[in-house]
């Protein structure tokens, strides 16, 4: 049974150019998502009829589409809608999860087993069909988008915290503290939720460009945001009726995704890595 | 023998529930989802109310929350999914000829993505540093580019520009090379990872030591231990596999214009045709526990240390 | 050089860490003949792994093999290239590993790795290999060889597997056997039939190049020893004359550092380091009762099954009860029982006349009972350092220090991750955090297991220190009756959940009243062997 969206990713480059690399694109993606006129060259929905499927060149970097907007500017604008559902959705999936996961590992035997047999349940079926499912019932648009995808990946991490709880509850340092008389909330406050938690969040960093890479996904289907929003999932669909004439209409803002999506794993990776170096038994 | 029974009436009582809790959570979308069913059922702007009461009837929707949901699921029992809103067909007939063609992609795109995967894995594990980290590298790239870019830029070059392909539908093997390689390259990229880690894992074990200090050669020992170990984990991700390829599918099936669950889903989805969507929830649901149950049993082969395990 | 099988001469292994070389072996002579045991004694890091592994050409990537001679199985294998290799291993060297669990593929049926021996070499025709595999098998006094030779390697007890492996490294017959460790994780009884087995196979002429931290192991099997250290013999010779009178100084501290080889109670790590502290009043008299506790569990079978059963003994003030017996009788059960994390099913127990099991944890007093794990890193909590572990033990800073000085910590260690520490420090730490409550008695489970001699022999020595000078009652669980005969007072030896034989320690050593403690004592390895004659045999 699945446990995450994204399988381990352990043997991803960990050079330190690639990894400089990583933290510059998510900063360029993170400045065109709070002020993308500073990078774009014109508004998102600027129509111009005379440079309609401009080839690329100096006035349109990466062309013009079927209306004449040019997209670049609209790959520029399109990183805040993107970046927001992608980390939107982990932040729901990770809190969701990491709440009733660390809750079924503490609170009982009874509690522990209603909450994983639904987490079962759950987890028997894809990701992207309980997201779809969720989208049948709210429609589509960017926020239901979001709330579908984190709520896909809730049981994931349901799992993933009540495991890493598990462990700490079974390990000698909390028989330790058990033996040295700590109470059961300090026992929970200080050492079970302090040493669960930080390798959920790890993971989770690598989660963000899984489901940055799912919701362009859900917009290129027309789930997701609807034109005339820049947004890159949706503008790779617009772009595909001119495959044969402007190739740079689906080219850019797929190759945008898969950078983007690049840069995600490899700081999650490096992330991942640098915190399993720091815990024992973990080098 | 007798934990071996027990797993599996275990595993048996999980999938009815999977069923059921897939069919009660259709039914509670249905009912939550903003909107009149009867009126996306008519379709026409303004119908009479004397039309909308008839269809109300005939829909069973006018009978208490309770009932409604003992008849969903004693038809579910008769293998009766409904009338599709827009379609007008029995779902169950929809979703029976849409099945084969998502099947044939996802084993086409299985087999086209492991094919590689376990080459380079094998032949780059633990060694061949510079071949290790060009793999490595292009893993990433295809592990992080979307199904529907990959897909777009295959039709791209080798259907409208050197026209190798079908742009759109085709039957037989030409019409299924290019979605399956389009949903297949994803696949390589994490394959090949996760089967190079368990591998290079395996060949670090002292088991793997001994077998050398017997005088095994390098490739028997990749063959005939470490291939093994580095397939359990595969056989681990296989709920996320079986996941990926049907996300797969709804992505590719709608970039080439291809019939199948997939397509059909979302289509009933911007259309709003809520029974077809219950049907494919509940048909998948009931399908992904069966290759699950058929993975772990084939789990239990792999890893004869979880035969005497309980589950 | 007529007539030995194995002979090296200035053997030198080289492992490449990031950018610095790092040397593990550096110039190291080995002889060996038919039929005749050599060890290679030595600790960790010393680098005696290196020289199993580069007999076999396997020290893997990153490392460089050097030697003026390498002869291994009567062949010249300088400078062998990796296919030349694989037709001396197994065929003319055969390697038996530490811990056949994982040195035994988990997914194959045992049989299938001893075929593959057999195959690799041709040794027999196809249609005889598993004619072959059982008559290996049963040459390894494995028995039952046709229903093991299908079972996987966790269906089979360890020392079912360590035969086996055994059995695999023997398949071509080869001449040279080199065994790493080959009994370090069994109990001791098994470990003394795998020791015959080796026995047995050198007496039919093959040789052993026995690889070893454990002087009393080595004593039993071994014609001649070589003492590693830094990666160079310091000293070699005939087994019994360098047991009995060693001449460099690192073997006498080995060999000092040997509970076996001593007089009872002696300090094994030279005089005390820590300052004596006498803390007043010591407490007298009966500190812990235990009556009648019972404990069941439910296995994955559902099958009850008795992890302690009515087990009775009462632990003075000042006493250190040794608490014998081997993997799975029970003994890591009572030390949880004493400690409270694990309520009696039946029986009580009772602290200074008041009831311990069976009151609510916020009644108990926590402090009067401590614990030494067998594991002192996972026993701390990852993110602290060595202060703050302590402090959370209830000590201020200064107490800290105090402490830090008691278990002869240095106190600039306080601000250090214990992660960062060596295992002799991270188990004084341990032992550190257990003094701060000031408890009345500390159970420490194992806790010298997991170490090399030389610093296990410091930690019992600190124990007897602790004894001495708070008069803290300890109970000391352990597999290895050496280290519970060195400093316990009284002793209880466990078996499948019951106390089997109970007494003074000198007196349950000298006239075991149970069949099974006299197996144990019987098969206890000591280095007086080599010179007092072979032991009889084990019954």
Request: aromatic share 4%; net charge positive.
């Amino acid at each position: 049974m699945t446990t995450l969206l994204t399988p381990v990713a352990a043997t991803l480059p960990r050079a330190r150019p690639a990894l400089i690399a990583a933290w510059a694109v998510l900063g360029l993606l993170a400045l065109a998502a709070l002020w993308p006129d500073l990078l774009a060259t014109a508004p998102p929905d600027a129509v111009d009829p005379a440079s309609a499927l401009a080839p690329i060149g100096p006035d349109h970097p990466f062309g013009a589409d079927q209306l004449g907007r040019d997209v670049y500017s609209r790959v520029v604008h399109g990183a805040r809608l993107s970046l927001l559902i992608g980390l939107g959705a982990t932040t729901i999936a990770v809190s969701v999860g990491a709440l009733l996961g660390v809750l079924a590992a503490t609170a009982g035997r009874t509690a522990d087993e209603v909450l994983m047999r639904i987490t079962d349940v759950l987890l028997a079926f894809p990701g992207l069909l309980l997201a779809l499912l969720v989208i049948a019932v709210l429609g589509p648009g960017p926020v239901n988008t979001t709330i579908a995808l984190g709520l896909a990946a809730v049981p994931g991490y349901v799992r993933l915290s009540r495991g890493q709880a598990l462990v700490v509850r079974e390990s000698g340092y909390v028989r330790a503290a058990v033996v040295l008389g700590r109470s059961r909330a300090a026992i929970f406050f200080r050492h079970v939720l302090p040493n669960a938690l930080p390798p959920v969040l790890v993971f989770a960093t690598v989660d963000i460009g899984t489901a940055l890479m799912a919701s362009t996904s859900l917009s290129f289907l027309g789930l997701g945001p609807q034109p005339p929003t820049p947004e890159w999932g949706s503008m790779l669909a617009e772009g595909r009726d001119y495959l044969d004439s402007a190739w740079g209409l689906t080219v850019f803002p797929g190759l945008v995704v898969t950078v983007a999506v690049i840069a995600c794993y490899v700081v999650g990776a490096h992330l991942r890595a640098r915190f399993e170096g720091r815990t024992p038994g973990g080098r | 023998m007798i934990s071996a029974l027990r797993w599996l009436l275990r595993r048996l009582a999980l999938a009815v529930l999977v069923v059921l809790g897939a069919a009660t959570v259709a039914f509670a979308a249905l009912h939550l989802a903003p909107g009149d069913p009867v009126r996306a059922v008519i379709g026409t702007l303004n119908p009479s109310q004397d039309l909308v009461d008839r269809v109300r009837v005939d829909l069973g929707l006018d009978q208490p929350l309770a009932t409604q949901y003992g008849q969903l699921l004693g038809r579910l029992v008769t293998g009766d999914l409904g009338e599709s809103y827009q379609l007008h067909r029995p779902v169950a007939e929809v979703i029976a000829s849409e099945i084969g063609w998502t099947a044939q992609l996802a084993m086409a795109s299985l087999v086209l993505a492991l094919a590689p995967s376990v080459l380079l894995a094998v032949t780059t594990a633990g060694r061949r540093p510079a071949l290790r980290r060009l793999s490595t590298v292009l893993e990433l790239i295809t592990a992080s580019s979307p199904t529907f870019w990959i897909g777009t830029l295959l039709l791209a070059v080798f259907s409208f520009r050197l026209r190798l392909f079908p742009a759109a539908g085709g039957d037989g093997i030409e019409g299924l090379v290019l979605p399956a390689a389009a949903q297949a390259v994803g696949l390589i990229g994490i394959f090949t990872q996760v089967l190079r880690q368990s591998m290079e894992r395996a060949l670090d074990e002292p088991f793997a030591l001994s077998a050398r200090a017997r005088g095994t050669g390098e490739t028997a020992l990749r063959l005939r231990h470490a291939l093994r170990h580095a397939l359990i984990p595969v056989v681990t991700l296989s709920g996320w596999i079986t996941g990926a390829l049907f996300s797969g599918a709804v992505v590719v099936e709608t970039v080439f214009s291809r019939p199948g669950l997939g397509r059909t889903l979302v289509t009933a989805i911007l259309g709003r045709d809520l029974p077809v969507v219950i049907g494919v929830v509940v048909v998948a649901a009931a399908l992904f526990t069966l290759i699950n149950l058929v993975v772990d049993l084939l789990y239990r082969v792999v890893d004869p240390r979880l035969r005497e395990q309980a589950a | 050089m007529a007539g030995e099988l194995v002979s090296v001469a200035g053997l030198h292994v080289e492992y490449r860490v990031g950018r610095t070389v790092v040397p593990a072996v550096r110039g190291v002579d080995l002889h060996l003949r038919p039929g005749e045991c050599l060890a290679v004694v030595g600790e960790s890091g010393s680098g005696k792994t290196a020289i199993a592994k580069a007999l076999v050409g396997l020290t893997g990537p990153g490392s460089r093999v050097r030697a003026d001679r390498l002869v291994v199985g009567g062949q010249d294998v300088n400078g062998l290239t990796d296919r030349g290799w694989r037709r001396v291993r197994g065929a003319r060297v055969g390697l038996v590993l530490q811990d056949a669990l994982t040195s035994l593929d988990p997914v194959r049926p045992v049989g299938a790795e001893i075929a593959e021996a057999v195959r690799n070499h041709r040794v027999v025709g196809r249609r005889a290999v598993a004619a072959r595999v059982r008559q290996l098998l049963a040459d390894a006094q494995v028995p039952q060889p046709e229903l093991r030779a299908r079972q996987y390697p966790h269906q089979l007890s360890g020392g079912l597997r360590q035969r086996a492996l055994i059995a695999a490294a023997m398949a071509a017959d080869p001449p040279v056997l080199v065994a790493d460790e080959p009994t370090t994780a069994l109990d001791v009884t098994v470990q003394a039939r795998v020791l015959d087995l080796l026995a047995a196979r050198k007496a039919e002429g093959t040789a052993v190049l026995l690889i070893s931290h454990d002087l009393s192991v080595v004593a039993r099997l071994a014609d001649r020893v070589a003492v590693l250290h830094d990666g160079v013999v310091v000293e070699t010779g005939d087994t019994a004359e360098l047991l009995r009178a060693p001449t460099h100084p690192y073997t006498r501290r080995l060999l000092a550092a040997t509970p076996t080889a001593h007089r009872r109670g002696a300090r094994l790590a030279g005089p005390r380091t820590t300052p004596a502290r006498v803390r007043s009043p010591r407490p007298t008299g009966v500190v812990a009762e235990v009556s009648g506790v019972s404990k069941v569990f439910r296995g994955p079978d559902r099958q009850p099954h008795r992890a302690v059963s009515d087990v009775s003994f009462t632990l003075s003030a000042g006493e250190i009860l040794g608490v014998v017996g081997e993997s799975g009788s029970g003994k890591s059960t009572l030390a949880h029982l004493l400690l409270g994390l694990l309520e009696p099913d039946s029986g009580r127990i009772g602290l200074f006349g008041r009831p311990w099991s069976g009151v609510p944890e916020s009644r108990r007093r926590r402090g009067q009972v401590q614990w030494v794990q067998q594991d002192p890193l996972g026993s701390f909590d990852p993110r602290y350092r060595v202060s703050r572990l302590i402090e959370e033990a209830g000590a201020d800073r200064a107490r800290v220090h105090e402490l830090l000085d008691q278990v002869g910590l240095d106190r600039t260690l306080a601000d250090r991750h214990p992660a960062t520490l060596s295992g002799g420090q991270r188990q004084r730490v341990a032992i550190a955090r257990a003094l701060a409550p000031s408890p009345e008695v500390i159970v420490c489970d194992e806790p010298v297991s997991a170490l090399d001699v030389s610093v296990q022999a410091q930690i019992l020595d600190l124990f007897t220190d602790i004894r001495a000078d708070l008069g803290t009652a300890i109970v000391l669980i352990s597999h290895d009756l050496g280290v519970v005969h060195h400093v316990a007072d009284r002793v209880l030896v466990m078996r499948d959940g019951e106390v089997v034989e109970s007494g003074e320690v000198t007196e349950v050593f000298a006239q075991p009243a149970h069949p099974y403690t006299r197996e144990l004592i019987g098969a206890l390895p000591r280095p007086q062997d080599a010179y007092a004659g072979q032991p009889e045999g084990v019954t």
